[in-house]
């Protein structure tokens, strides 16, 4: 039972995991070639494809584990002043916004991924396919989806149960 759960949260959590080695590999990268550059004065050239790839994997893999943890920016001063239907309304609202600006961009990503794939458009010095560095535009926006919608369900059971404890 345990080691399905230790299973079970390495998958849940996979979008991090290949984000922080995302950015561990990029930090190192952009190290050796800055390194490289000012002491052998003999930059690496393909320094910028895998640099641009790996930002936006770190990028959008991040996204959706903020999602997660909470760690979007929110402004909720003027909201906790307002009264609690309000706050609800409000709350909804909001997740109406979310969601749609998350579909909006999963639907455009949809279309600029079509439109790599059919010009089978590479980078210029290491030939990969654009497909590989924006294909995960539209898999992120799937787990922003996912994880927002699921932390906004957990978030009002909690309200919930607490009224209910209140009663």
């Known amino acids: 039972m345990n080691n399905k759960r230790v299973g ?6 996979l979008d991090i995991i290949i984000a922080g080695i995302a950015l561990v590999v990029l930090v190192t990268l952009t190290l050796f070639g800055a390194l490289s550059r000012y ?18 994997w770190v990028v959008f893999l991040g996204a959706g584990y903020a999602f997660r943890a909470g760690g979007h920016v929110a402004v909720e001063l003027l909201v906790e002043y307002l009264p609690e239907k309000v706050q609800k309304i409000i709350e909804y609202f909001i997740a109406v916004i979310v969601i749609g600006t998350i579909g909006y961009l999963l639907y455009q990503s949809m279309g600029y991924f079509d439109l790599f794939q059919s010009s089978e458009r590479t980078t210029s010095i290491l030939q990969i396919p654009y497909t590989l560095v924006y294909g995960i535009v539209p898999i992120a926006c799937v787990l922003m989806l996912v994880n927002y919608i ?18």
């Open 8 to 13: 079970f949260n390495w998958l849940i959590n």
């Open 39 to 56: 002491f052998l004065n003999n930059p690496f050239t393909w320094m910028e494809e895998i640099q641009l790839l790996l930002e936006v």
């Open 150 to 167: 699921g932390v906004f369900i957990v978030n009002n059971r909690k309200v919930e149960a607490v009224k209910e404890e209140k009663k």
